[in-house]
T-cell receptor, first 115, second 112 residues
Framework: DVKVTQSSRYLVKRTGEKVFLECVQD?????MFWYRQDPGLGLRLIYF???????EKGDIPEGYSVSREKKERFSLILESASTNQTSMYLC??????????????FGSGTRLTVV | SQKIEQNSEALNIQEGKTATLTCNYT??????LQWYRQDPGRGPVFLLL?????KEKRKERLKVTFDTTLKQSLFHITASQPADSATYLC???????????FGGGTRVLVKP
C-alpha cells in the first residue's frame, strides 16, 4: 500500500517562527500536494509539485513556500507563522495524471497551532 | 469560477437504509470524478473514481453515478452500517493537469 507519512501529528509554534512540515511518500509518485483544511472552508490547495524541483501555486499560497529536492519528499514552509495559519495540514501524493484510475493518497495530517 | 457543491447538512440515516449524497459542479467539465471518505482527525481516503463516459460504477456497497448533462454525481451507500459514519468528499478532475479541487463534504451519521 502507498504510504504518505507526515512528520508530526500535532505541532505548537509561536507567532513569527519559521515552521517546516515534512511529508514523505514511498510509491515513487510524481505528484505531491499540500492542503489545509478548516471548518466550513473544506480542503484548500496551498502548493503542489509534479516533479523534483518543480512547484506550482495552489489557491492559497500566500505565507507559504515549498521544497522538493527529492522525489519522495515534499516540504511545506511557513516563513513566519501567524495565528491565521492554525489549521490541519494534509499532504497527498498521486501518480501522473496520465496514469488513470488512481486517486490521491493522503497522510494522516498535522494539526498546527500557532500561538 | 469553478464551483463544487455538496450538501453541508449532515445526513442522518437508519442502519440498513441507503444513503444518497449529491455532488453538483458548475463552470467545470471534468473527465473524472472521485469520491473520498474522511474520518475525524484523519486524511481523506480514496474510494471510487468514475469517468465521464461511465454512467455508473460500483464497489461493494457503494454506487456512484455521473451525469455530465446535469453536472452532477450521486453517491449511494446501500445497506448502511454505523461504520459508514464519516464525511464524504467529491472531487471532479479534468483530463489534463494534476490538480484536484474538493467539495466541502457531506457528513453521514448511520444510527443503529
Amino acid at each position: 500500500d502507498v504510504k504518505v507519512t507526515q512528520s508530526s501529528r500535532y505541532l505548537v509554534k509561536r507567532t513569527g517562527e519559521k515552521v517546516f512540515l515534512e511529508c514523505v511518500q514511498d510509491m515513487d509518485h510524481e505528484n505531491m500536494f499540500w492542503y489545509r483544511q478548516d471548518p466550513g472552508l473544506g480542503l484548500r490547495l496551498i502548493y503542489f509539485s509534479y516533479d523534483v524541483k518543480m512547484k506550482e501555486k495552489g489557491d492559497i499560497p500566500e505565507g507559504y513556500s515549498v521544497s522538493r529536492e527529492k522525489k519522495e519528499r515534499f516540504s511545506l514552509i511557513l516563513e513566519s507563522a501567524s495565528t491565521n495559519q492554525t489549521s490541519m495540514y494534509l499532504c497527498a501524493s498521486s501518480p501522473n495524471h496520465r496514469v488513470e484510475g488512481y486517486g490521491y493518497t493522503f497522510g494522516s495530517g498535522t494539526r498546527l497551532t500557532v500561538v | 469560477s469553478q464551483k463544487i457543491e455538496q450538501n453541508s447538512e449532515a445526513l442522518n440515516i437508519q442502519e440498513g437504509k441507503t444513503a444518497t449524497l449529491t455532488c453538483n459542479y458548475t463552470n467545470y467539465s471534468p473527465a473524472y470524478l472521485q469520491w473520498y471518505r474522511q474520518d475525524p482527525g484523519r486524511g481523506p481516503v480514496f474510494l471510487l473514481l468514475i469517468r465521464e463516459n461511465e454512467k455508473e460504477k460500483r464497489k461493494e456497497r457503494l454506487k456512484v453515478t455521473f451525469d455530465t448533462t446535469l453536472k452532477q454525481s450521486l453517491f449511494h451507500i446501500t445497506a448502511s452500517q454505523p461504520a459508514d459514519s464519516a464525511t464524504y468528499l467529491c472531487a471532479p478532475r479534468k483530463a489534463a493537469g494534476n490538480k484536484l479541487t474538493f467539495g466541502g463534504g457531506t457528513r453521514v451519521l448511520v444510527k443503529p
